[in-house]
């Protein structure tokens, strides 16, 4: 499997990696890219290939996708033993060129009241900025982000 320099921009527009979707079984990661060297957690599995996070249910089925993309550098898998780094632009850059060539974005409060994130209404996918106006965080899961104050 290649991973192609528009990863970032299919993940964000399709909440897909290289066809990985949520719901694909945990078997199908382990074909793709090998199994994974760090767990948060074996049962259920969540783990990760480089800065890409993969969570499953306790059927194993995938429910969580994120890219850790601290730093403006996001390493992904690409095949078995093999990642890729590409680059993630500064927060306020990224979401016009979503706004532009994906659709709307909204705030919104995934996890904890009061810390806001950006979702891409197409896909669902939500983009956490940092501090310093850098992408934090871009994440795709089962459960949709409850809108900010909602």
């Known amino acids: 499997m290649v991973l192609e320099t528009n990863a970032l921009m299919a993940f964000i527009k399709q909440g897909t ?3 990985i979707t949520l719901g694909c079984d945990y078997s199908r990661i ?7 060297k760090l767990f948060a957690s074996r049962s259920p599995v969540y783990c990760r290939y480089g800065d890409l996070e993969l969570g499953f249910t306790q059927e194993d089925r995938l429910r969580h ?5 601290a730093g403006g550098v996001a390493e ?3 095949g078995i033993g093999e ?3 590409i680059s993630i632009p500064p ?5 016009r060129m979503i706004e532009v ?3 709307p974005v909204v705030l919104c409060e995934p996890f904890v009241v009061g810390e806001t994130w950006h979702r891409v209404e197409r896909s669902g ?3 956490n900025g940092d501090d310093e106006g850098g992408v934090d965080a871009i994440n795709m899961s089962v459960l949709p982000p409850r809108p900010v104050g909602g």
């Not at 996708?65 to 993309?69: D, L, N, R, S």
């Not at 927060?91 to 979401?95: F, S």
Request: charged share 25%; hydrophobic share 45%; net charge negative.
């Open 30 to 36: 382990v074909e793709e890219f090998g199994e994974a």
């Open 101 to 103: 060539h994906v659709s």
């Open 125 to 127: 996918v939500i983009i």
């Open 76 to 78: 992904l898998p690409t």
């Open 65 to 69: 996708i994120g890219i850790e993309a």
């Open 83 to 85: 990642t890729k780094s």
């Open 91 to 95: 927060l306020d850059e990224l979401i």
């Open 17 to 19: 990696i290289e066809g």
